[in-house]
């Protein structure tokens, strides 16, 4: 796919500038609402986007590529700067957000002092050709958010580096590969040892993303009643409300397989079903449905799951749980 370079648009926007009559007091109005209009759409995407990464949370080691030069060697190793997710994301998000603001000091200062209006013009064309050029914007407004699973910036993970890569760290000085080799694998082996806890929560945090692999890896007959110490949340109920690939099969086999009990309520008072019927999940109750007796159980504010997803408006849900509902009470009265 070929890059769109902003080049083509930048010149021409110079050369017409150029040609502003920079005395016209109603050009120069007409400039600064322009540029005032996009340099506030501008603040508030990068201030968006600040927020939402300055929330990542990521441990995992990545390998950043270095950027790119001019006059560099081709024959040369590609260098990649060995860092934390969580820690590039907010560097480049925090890089964004001064260089943004600078920008605007310095365009404003230069017309305030200088009476120059070609950089309010230049910038009202090319400020949002810059934004878009950023990779945490990129993978908010037009990818999938900030997972590393996106690998917005072109990252290597340690597996994947070659002999012929470089790694430095964040001052620049070069990493050891043979200790990059062992801090992957101390790292590996710590994650093999994540406990149940752990694994039920980031299970949890992945969402519809999530795989659920480790989860059922991790569960037997003796834990799959398992409560969170917080919020007494358990495996079944984070599978009723995940609506992650593989959520159907997961419960038939925590029910059929492992024998979970579904009646079990967390510290809202919600089983299994009323976090089917909160989060919407279409999966979790198709699976639930044949519960019938716990569609009466009551959380702490008096709800039943189907008022949950009523009021949630989650009528899928509550269509499938009515009709579970009417199928037992036809076939009570078969019965008599």
Not at 223 to 233: A, F, G, I, K, L
Not at 248 to 271: T, Y
Not at 305 to 334: C, H, M, Q, Y
């Amino acid at each position: 796919m070929v890059e769109f370079n902003k080049m083509f648009v930048m010149l021409p926007v110079m050369f017409l500038a150029r040609k502003l009559d920079a005395e016209d007091p109603n050009i120069v109005f007409y400039l600064r609402v322009a540029y005032a209009c996009m340099q506030f759409i501008s603040i508030l995407v990068v201030m968006y986007t600040y927020i939402q990464a300055s929330a990542v949370k990521g441990d995992q080691i990545v390998y950043v590529p270095a950027a790119a030069t001019p006059f560099a060697d081709p024959g040369a190793k590609k260098k990649y700067t060995e860092i934390s997710y969580g820690a590039h994301v907010y560097s480049t998000a925090r890089s964004l957000l001064g260089s943004t603001l600078f920008g605007i000091c310095m365009t404003v200062g230069l017309h305030y002092y200088r009476g120059m209006v070609m950089g309010l013009a230049i910038q009202a064309v090319m400020a949002p050709l810059n934004l878009i050029e950023n990779p945490l914007i990129k993978a908010l407004f037009l990818g999938n958010g900030l997972s590393a699973e996106g690998r917005i910036f072109g990252e290597k993970t340690v597996s994947e580096l070659t002999e012929n890569d470089e790694i430095v760290d964040e001052q620049g000085n070069a990493v050891v590969r043979q200790a990059v080799q062992t801090e992957s694998a101390a790292t590996a082996a710590a994650t093999t040892k994540r406990s149940l806890e752990d694994i039920l929560l980031d299970t949890w945090d992945a969402g519809s993303k999530a795989d659920l692999a480790p989860l059922m890896a991790a569960l037997n007959k003796k834990n799959c009643n398992y409560q969170t110490r917080e919020d007494s949340w358990t495996p079944l109920m984070i599978l009723a409300g995940l609506g992650a690939k593989g959520t159907a099969s997961a419960i038939r086999q925590l029910l059929d397989g492992l024998g979970a009990n579904p009646a079990i309520c967390d510290k809202e008072g919600w089983n299994a079903l009323h976090w089917a019927a909160f989060h919407g999940s279409i999966e979790g109750a198709k699976e639930l449905r044949k519960e019938v007796k716990l569609l009466s159980a009551k959380d702490k504010e008096g709800l039943t799951p189907l008022e949950i997803a009523r009021k949630e408006n989650n009528d899928l849900v509550a269509d499938i749980f009515e009709a579970a509902v009417a199928t037992t009470s036809g076939e009570g009265k078969k019965t008599k």
